[in-house]
């Protein structure tokens, strides 16, 4: 039999984060090794456990949740997420502009091909969550990176996304707060990338499933709410907030111009009801999720986990020489640089690989993350302070390594 191939539309697709260093470390594992694994914004396995309300409201739901639901998603659950828009002063969204999701990821690979013809473009930021990028890709689009920038604390650079607008480009994805690097925008950034939406009659894409894991004096605006005449489809699900990423479940809502859109509206319908609906269970756990005890609060405010691992494993890192990183605001991670002259990495994935198998820890290179150049990771701050302290000086051990090969 011929070899048979994956399809063309796959060719430039890339998710490092469970890439072929992920694939090495399983391997690693079966032979009996312990890896310290800070690759994956995934709280569970961390001793995240979700609230213990939401299992107990899946549980008891199980048995009316044996049947499809409407594509779109339960009722309860999209009235819950409806009020919670308003909470963060959306205007104007009703039962009709939410889908519920498998998580946010299968919506915004929807959000996607609903949208996009061949060569369409769609800013996206570098570095980014890699799912943006693949997602654009495989709808047949071409992501076109805007730089944040470093020097101002990751902000995105209002300029260098104007200069990259075509007569191709269709929207603009915003990832509030951000991952791989922890920023939360102010709210002169927000303004900004509105203007230019408005300007180039863009769509506005906004990630923001981490909006409530917020550190110090941080405070985050939802985009939507600053832009009622431009359509914006915000995105957020449990898996983060509600540390029930396993759970699959996510939502997004159009606002704004949304009478200009009622053709992709359709078109996203369609992708819905291809796959009939959600997971049913886990949209259950919506309503009491959204409603009941926010016990985030407690894991980021001062003495909770979050917070203090995010704290120690900042601090850790910046005292290994050549190794600078801004303080995140939000989020679950950390985005170092490792400064070029000291280091000079040619290849960042052949550097986490040899970091995987001398020290047994697991990073994600930041070229994984769609960063131009081989000098950043990005450090999961989920795993105990003991287990991120032993990672981050491991890491610095490795470093001093290669400084000195
Ligand atoms: N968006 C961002 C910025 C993320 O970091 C992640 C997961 O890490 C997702 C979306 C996907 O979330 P979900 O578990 O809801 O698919």
């Given at each position: 039999m011929?070899?048979?191939?994956?399809?063309?539309?796959?060719?430039?697709v890339?998710?490092?984060?469970?890439g072929?260093?992920l694939?090495?470390?399983?391997?690693?594992e079966?032979?009996?090794?312990?890896?310290?694994?800070?690759?994956?914004?995934?709280?569970?396995?961390?001793?995240?456990?979700?609230?213990?309300?939401?299992?107990q409201?899946m549980?008891?739901?199980?048995p009316?949740?044996?049947?499809?639901c409407?594509?779109?998603?339960?009722?309860?659950?999209?009235k819950?997420?409806?009020?919670y828009?308003?909470?963060?002063?959306?205007?104007d969204?009703?039962?009709?502009?939410?889908?519920?999701?498998?998580?946010?990821?299968?919506?915004?690979?929807?959000?996607?091909?609903?949208?996009?013809?061949?060569g369409d473009e769609?800013?996206?930021?570098?570095?980014?969550?890699p799912?943006?990028t693949?997602?654009?890709?495989?709808s047949?689009g071409?992501?076109?990176?805007y730089?944040?920038?470093?020097?101002?604390?990751?902000y995105?650079?209002?300029?260098?996304?104007?200069?990259?607008?075509?007569?191709k480009?269709?929207?603009?994805?915003?990832?509030?707060p951000?991952?791989?690097t922890?920023?939360?925008?102010?709210?002169?950034?927000?303004?900004g990338i509105?203007?230019l939406?408005?300007?180039f009659?863009?769509?506005?894409?906004?990630?923001?499933?981490y909006?409530?894991?917020l550190?110090?004096?941080?405070e985050?605006?939802?985009l939507a709410?600053m832009?009622?005449?431009v359509l914006?489809i915000?995105?957020?699900?449990?898996?983060k907030s509600w540390?029930?990423?396993?759970?699959?479940?996510?939502?997004?809502?159009?606002?704004?111009?949304?009478d200009?859109?009622?053709?992709?509206?359709?078109?996203l319908?369609?992708?819905?009801?291809?796959?009939?609906?959600?997971?049913?269970?886990?949209?259950?756990?919506?309503?009491?999720a959204?409603?009941?005890?926010?016990s985030?609060n407690d894991?980021?405010?001062?003495?909770?986990?979050?917070?203090?691992q995010r704290d120690?494993?900042?601090?850790?890192?910046?005292?290994?020489?050549?190794?600078?990183?801004v303080?995140?605001?939000?989020?679950?991670?950390?985005?170092?640089?490792?400064?070029p002259?000291?280091?000079?990495?040619?290849?960042?994935?052949?550097?986490v690989?040899?970091?995987?198998?001398?020290?047994?820890?697991?990073?994600?290179?930041?070229?994984?993350?769609?960063?131009p150049t081989?000098?950043?990771?990005r450090?999961?701050?989920?795993?105990?302070?003991?287990?991120?302290?032993?990672?981050?000086?491991?890491f610095g051990?490795?470093?001093?390594?290669?400084?000195?090969?």
């Open positions: 011929q070899d048979i191939q994956k399809s063309s539309k796959l060719l430039n890339c998710y490092e984060i469970r072929p260093v694939h090495e470390a399983r391997r690693l079966e032979e009996g090794q312990r890896i310290l694994k800070l690759n994956i914004g995934n709280p569970a396995p961390f001793g995240f456990d979700a609230p213990e309300e939401i299992i409201d549980i008891l739901n199980l009316s949740a044996q049947g499809y409407d594509a779109k998603g339960l009722f309860s659950a999209r819950a997420v409806m009020q828009t308003q909470q963060r002063g959306i205007a969204v009703t039962i009709d502009d939410i889908f519920i999701g498998n998580g946010v990821s299968e919506l915004i690979v929807m959000s996607m091909q609903g949208l996009l013809n061949n769609i800013l996206v930021p570098a570095p980014d969550y799912l943006w693949a997602a654009v890709t495989l047949g071409s992501a076109v990176h730089i944040k920038d470093e020097q101002s604390d990751w995105p650079d209002l300029e260098d996304m104007r200069s990259k607008i075509t007569s480009t269709r929207g603009i994805v915003v990832i509030n951000n991952n791989p922890g920023a939360v925008y102010p709210r002169e950034i927000l303004e509105v203007e939406a408005r300007e009659n863009l769509i506005l894409f906004a990630d923001e499933i909006d409530k894991i550190y110090d004096d941080a985050h605006i939802a709410s832009a009622p005449d914006c915000t995105f957020n699900g449990l898996s540390r029930a990423a396993g759970f699959r479940s996510g939502w997004m809502v159009m606002s704004g111009a949304k200009a859109a009622r053709d992709y509206h359709d078109g319908q369609m992708l819905a009801s291809m796959r009939l609906c959600a997971n049913v269970p886990a949209q259950h756990a919506i309503q009491t959204l409603g009941g005890y926010q985030i894991l980021v405010l001062p003495g909770g986990r979050l917070k203090e120690v494993a900042w601090e850790k890192l910046v005292e290994i020489p050549g190794v600078s990183c303080k995140p605001k939000g989020a679950l991670y950390l985005f170092p640089k490792l400064d002259k000291m280091y000079p990495i040619e290849d960042d994935e052949q550097m690989m040899d970091l995987l198998k001398q020290e047994k820890i697991l990073l994600v290179q930041g070229t994984g993350f769609n960063w081989h000098d950043h990771v450090i999961v701050t989920l795993p105990r302070v003991d287990e991120l302290s032993e990672a981050i000086e491991k051990r490795f470093l001093d390594r290669l400084h000195r090969r």
